[in-house]
Every structure is written in C-alpha cells, then in structure tokens.
C-alpha cells in the first residue's frame, strides 16, 4: 500500500520519454533527439579540475547541511556582481539542484490547502511539487497569443479571487517555451504584488544567462529591498556550467526561510555532494562559456526557421534557453497510414519517435496540449535532419 501523497503525483514526462529514446538507442536505433533538458556541452575542464583536486585533497567528508562556508560566500560575490544583489551566506541554501531547491521550498512554505499560482506552460515539476507538500496548485494559463506571459490584470484576477495563495512561481528565461520577460513586464507584475505583501514569489532563474538580445534578463528581487525579501531565488549549476549531472543548484532567501530549508536538509539529504561543491565554487569565479550561449542563438534561429515549414505547426521566436514549443494542433485529427489518427500532443510525440525516430517532448506535461518541446540542445546537423524526418512522416 503506498502513501496518498506518492500516488498524488506523476513521473516526470520528460524522464519518461528520454527513457524510451534511451531504450531505442541501446537497440541500436538511430534516434534524434529533442527531448533532453541539458546542454549538449561537456562542463569545463577548470571546473572538473577543481573537483579532482578536491577528491585527491580528501575533501571526502560531510560538509554543513547547506553547503561550505566557501561555496555559499562564492554564491554571494556571484550574486552580487551578475545579479546585482546583496546576500550573506546565511541566505543561501545550496542544494542538490534546482529541483531539489524547489522541492525544499514548497516543503517549507505550504501549509495544506496553501495555494501556489503556476503560469502555464509550466516546467513538468512545480505542480507535482506543490501537490506532494499539500499544496493546491492554481494554472493560470498564458498561450502563445500572448507571448507565454501572464499579464498583471491576469495575476490581479487569480490573486483577488483566491484567498489562499502562498507564493506565485516565475520562471524566465522559461522552460518549455524559451520565453523571457521583459524587465517591464516584471515591474508591471510586481506592482500588483505589491497590493498582496504576503505573497511570496519564487523566481526560477536557472536560465538566466540564456536570453537572446535584444531579451535581457531581469529579477523582480530587483524592484526593491522588500521584493528582494519577499523573493526566493532558485539558481542552479546545471545550465550555465552544463552540470546537470553534478547535482548542484541553490536557493537564495530570508534567513528564517534558508534555517527552515537547511533544517530540512539535515534531515533528509544532508550535504550536496563535497567535491562537487569544490567544483561549483571553480565554475562561479571563472568564466562563463560565451561560445556555448552564441551556439544555443544560432540554432534557436534555425529551428524556428525549419519548424515553420512543417505543416499545422506555428512556432514562436526563442527569447532565451534552448527549447523551442511551437503549437501543433493544426495537425490534430491528420490520419497517419490506415488506423492511425494524431489527435493529441501525445499521439504526435509517440508516432514521431516511431515512425521519424525523433524524439520530442508532448506538452501535456507542461500544462500545454496544443504544443511540443524540441530541446536543441543538439548539433545542427542533427536539428536539420530531425526536422528533415518529421517532414517526411508527416503528410504534406
Ligand atoms: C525551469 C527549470 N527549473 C529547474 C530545473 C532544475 O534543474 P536542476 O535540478 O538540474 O538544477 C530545470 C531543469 O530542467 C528547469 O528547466
């Protein structure tokens, strides 16, 4: 008999499709793939090294619940020189990602029936998240029409007519939809939070330095000295310093939410790992592949360019990281050989990887029916021939 809770929430739909390219893979099949959620980079050499030197140096040991003293004090410099904002290492909480992060946020904020507004197309994670600490997720959607983005009236409306919100998640640079909100556009948000000073925000920055010019990247922990308070930032590893399997990622915050967080952490984690923290502290006071962000630009370009001539497709600009999540109901109800009809997201995933051997991503996982995720984070030899595939297997 397993517990409410576990039963309450899915698998992650994203794992569950990159396991079956996977599996594919290991048989031998020549599978394309747009469905991982990780740079198709190596992490740099100066960061390994540091992470070597630390393993040979015995720096084997358990470190504090929320990370070393080191580490969160590079965190802080970071935050102050690229983000422009004071913290103190009482603030920061490190983590073992992002998702972790996350996953220590809602722990700590929600009481049961505590609502969390989540703009859709959201990251797969957040409304399972919320659900597994008894909160009750509020999907306000924000479609392609307008750009992915929740306006203010629209978080006004969800904020005046639900009388339970805890926090409300933003997320930009944003996975699945590769929008960014403008620094005005954030501003506008931000005064209307100002009129609910009890609602906490949750700003996943984890693409931060993924934004297309002219985008640019802003924090509402920038509005002001109480937005800052009432923020909880999440930053990771994963992205920037293609670290995702390291498992690093950290949250900055009020120091009553970050002692409530490390709290948690002591008793179910304990530390991130010890090496792979000395190798986070290399990655934040070096440089920041600039080569990798121009790659990631240049192909968002082109595959918005070869995404427009697959039929019953429409895909908007990338704004920042490396997905593009064109809307493709325009090929719902399309017959596909004799007994095979796409009538969903899912179908079209499913018979893509089949019969093209492409694997995307369906976005009923990311609150987003009508549309697929391509990651592409791939080489542009295999972004062209993927999208050669699917306009093969579908009918012109
Ligand atoms: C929007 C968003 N937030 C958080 C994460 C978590 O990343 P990690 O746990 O690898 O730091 C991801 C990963 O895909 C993401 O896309």
């Known amino acids: 008999m397993l517990s409410q809770r576990i039963n309450r929430i899915q698998p992650s739909p994203t794992l569950a499709i990159s396991a079956r390219a996977k599996a594919m893979r290991a048989a031998g099949e020549d599978v394309i793939s747009f469905d991982v959620g990780e740079p198709d980079f190596d992490t740099p050499q100066h960061i390994k090294d540091a992470c070597i030197k630390a393993l040979q140096d015995g720096d084997t040991k358990y470190t504090a619940a929320p ?29 073992c990602g992002g998702k972790h992060s996350l996953y220590n946020i809602f722990q700590s904020i929600l009481n049961p029936g505590d609502e969390v507004v989540i703009p859709a197309p959201y990251w797969v994670s957040y409304p399972d998240q919320v659900l597994l600490a008894e909160g009750v997720p ?5 479609g392609q029409e ?37 620094p005005d556009a954030l501003r506008e948000l931000c005064a209307v939070l100002e009129n609910y000073p009890d609602v906490l925000i949750i700003s996943d920055e984890v693409y931060e330095h993924m934004v297309y010019a002219p985008n640019q990247q802003w924090s509402v922990a920038r509005h002001s000295e109480e937005f800052q308070q009432r923020t909880i930032l999440v930053h990771s590893f994963s992205k920037t310093y293609s670290m995702t399997g390291w498992r690093l990622g950290w949250t900055s915050s009020t120091k009553e939410l970050a ?13 991130p790992t010890s090496f ?14 600039a080569g990798m962000m121009a790659e990631f630009e240049k192909r968002g370009k082109i595959i918005r360019e070869l995404l427009k001539d697959v039929p019953g497709f429409e895909c908007a600009r990338p704004e920042g990281a490396f997905y593009a999540f064109p809307k493709v109901d325009g090929i719902f109800g399309v017959m596909v050989g ?45 972004i062209k021939e993927g999208i050669n595939r699917i306009l093969r297997a579908l009918p012109q």
């Not at 509020?138 to 924000?142: E, F, K, N, R, S």
């Not at 933003?170 to 939809?177: A, D, G, H, K, L």
């Not at 002692?259 to 530390?271: D, E, F, P, V």
């Not at 923290?277 to 070096?286: E, M, N, S, V, Y």
């Open 276 to 289: 792979a923290q000395a190798g986070g502290i290399a990655a934040l006071d070096g440089p920041i592949d």
């Open 146 to 182: 307008q750009d992915f983005k929740i306006t203010a009236q629209q978080l006004d409306d969800c904020l005046q007519s639900h009388e339970r919100v805890r926090a409300v998640v933003i997320n930009s640079p944003s996975n699945p939809t590769g929008a960014v909100y403008a």
């Open 138 to 142: 509020v999907i306000l959607q924000a």
């Open 338 to 382: 004799k007994d095979t009809q796409l009538n969903s997201a899912d179908d079209l995933a499913a018979y893509l990887l089949k019969a093209a051997k492409v694997a995307v991503v369906p976005g009923e996982g990311f609150g987003a029916p009508q549309h697929v995720r391509f990651s592409y984070a791939n080489s542009m030899e295999n």
């Open 259 to 271: 002692g409530a967080m490390s709290k948690l952490q002591s008793q179910s984690t304990s530390n």
């Open 67 to 95: 990370g070393t003293p080191a580490l969160r004090e590079a965190i802080c410099r970071k935050l102050q020189r690229e983000n422009h904002l004071p913290y103190t290492p009482e603030h920061i909480v490190v983590s």
